[in-house]
């Protein structure tokens, strides 16, 4: 037998489980979302919707109309209207414009293609109802798999990477990832990004979070691993040239992974700015940044620093409270360990790097900073009430999940966390699919 027959043979078999292991990660994804479907229509079946505003959108009158109603309507709640009305009409109100078009432009495109023979038995808005529960449940199944592959790649631990991809499986924000949102599409191009930042790909990572940015405007953030990555962790022994190119790369790199966001921007800006067609130019034109995201954002939702702390609130941020406390619990977990690395930006370490676990590695150090910056933007900015579904596309919350299992398997955390993504995820199917708050 040849030298290498024997590791060629290896590499063969490690490949072949990794496909399979990947292969295994879709298939519970996919079965997944039938559960969610599945729950989700026998609780609209057995309960009374809170809200009637679906009767407005996809009539009833006909069999066929209830029928669909019953089956695709309990994906089509809260913020999925407008998602619907923008693939069907585009931004025809200043509003819409919190809600970012690659999701309404996705829908469009299997609506006019792959779905196109339904136009025979279907509506166009109904046609475009089934495309946004395709591509967002699509959208799952590649978020699954990719953050499987991200964690393989970054920890190199095949249990651990099967672990948290199992748990995203069983994200609480479930239902969510299977409705028509942009939960999904948004987390499997993150992740998608993150994997091609870990092979060091920063130039596929940067078009990749760029395109993400025109889903949710999160996108903007994930410049910063290409940031930590290139300036951060500098040879700072290198030459003045070497340390040059760096940060000319890493700025390049950052507007490439901006560009989506602000092309979304200058849109919005043309239609409310330029056309000549409107009569009284919009107020939030002249501003120093004019940026009709943040003017709909503070002006129509209410979004600014602690303006969410009212009285009438405070259901909302009982809701959030599971999340909030599973983050501030890893980040300060992950803080404990080795406080040094935290307050060097992972240049130092006061802990022996042999056989750490792999969520308290150096490589989840970006991750951490990233988690710790949302949740601060969550609990003082943001609608408290959406952090769950808005932590869907961060790889920490899933990493301490499958931390505490491999540390803690007799209970404690363990149960604690398992018992948050299951409870917390049957019973947002149930209110979202019956058109109940929060949303």
């Known amino acids: 037998m040849a030298p290498g027959t024997t590791s060629t043979r290896k590499e063969t078999l490690a490949a072949t489980t990794l496909t399979n292991r990947a292969g295994t990660v879709a298939y519970y994804a996919f079965i997944s979302r039938l559960f ?22 996809v009539p009833v009158g006909t069999t066929a109309q209830r029928m ?6 309990v994906f089509l709640r809260w913020d999925s209207f407008y998602f619907v009305h923008i693939a069907e009409n585009g931004y025809m109100f ?32 109904q046609q475009l109802v089934i495309a946004g529960i395709l591509v967002a449940n699509a959208s799952f199944i590649v978020a699954s798999v990719q953050l499987y592959r991200l964690s393989k790649a970054l920890f190199g631990r095949e249990s651990f990477a099967f672990l948290t991809a199992m748990l995203y499986v069983l994200t609480p924000s479930g239902i969510f990832m299977s409705a028509i ?12 990004g993150m994997l091609f930042a870990a092979r060091k790909q920063y130039f596929l990572a940067a078009i990749t979070w760029s395109i993400s940015c025109t889903a949710r405007s999160n996108g903007i953030l994930y410049a910063g691993f290409i940031l930590y990555d290139l300036i951060a962790r500098m040879d700072l022994q290198s030459s003045v040239l070497q340390k040059m190119w760096a940060l000319s790369k890493a700025a390049f790199l950052s507007g490439v992974t901006w560009l989506g ?33 943040t003017y709909v954002q503070d002006k129509y939702w209410n979004v600014g620093f602690m303006r969410y702390y009212e009285v009438k609130q405070i259901p909302n941020f009982l809701m959030a409270a599971p999340m909030v406390i599973l983050s501030a619990s890893g980040i300060a977990c992950y803080a404990r360990y080795d406080p040094r690395r935290m307050l060097t930006l992972g240049r130092l370490s006061s802990v022996s790097q042999t056989s750490v676990p792999s969520f308290m590695s150096l490589a989840t150090y970006p991750y951490i900073v990233l988690w710790a910056v949302l949740l601060m933007s969550s609990i003082t900015t943001m609608h408290i009430q959406i952090i769950t579904r808005a932590f869907s596309c961060m790889p920490p919350v899933y990493w301490y999940a499958a931390h505490q299992f491999e540390t803690q398997a007799k209970g404690g955390w363990t149960k604690t966390v398992t018992t948050f993504f299951v409870m917390y995820g049957l019973i947002g199917i149930v209110l979202f699919a019956n058109f109940f708050p929060p949303a």
């Open 68 to 73: 669909f109603k019953s089956l695709a309507g």
């Open 261 to 293: 966001f602000l092309a979304v921007q200058a849109y919005g800006y043309s239609l409310y700015c330029l056309e000549k067609s409107n009569l009284e130019q919009r107020e939030w034109c002249g501003s120093t940044a004019p940026l009709v995201y």
């Open 36 to 57: 969610i479907w599945a729950v989700a229509a026998a609780s609209h079946a057995l309960i009374q919707d809170y809200d009637s505003a679906l009767e407005l959108i």
């Open 94 to 125: 200043e509003q819409a414009h919190a809600f970012f078009p690659l999701l309404p432009a996705l829908m469009r495109l299997t609506a006019n293609t792959v779905l196109a023979p339904l136009s025979l038995m279907l509506s166009y808005k």
């Open 181 to 192: 949102y942009t939960e999904s599409v948004f987390a499997a191009l993150s992740f998608t």
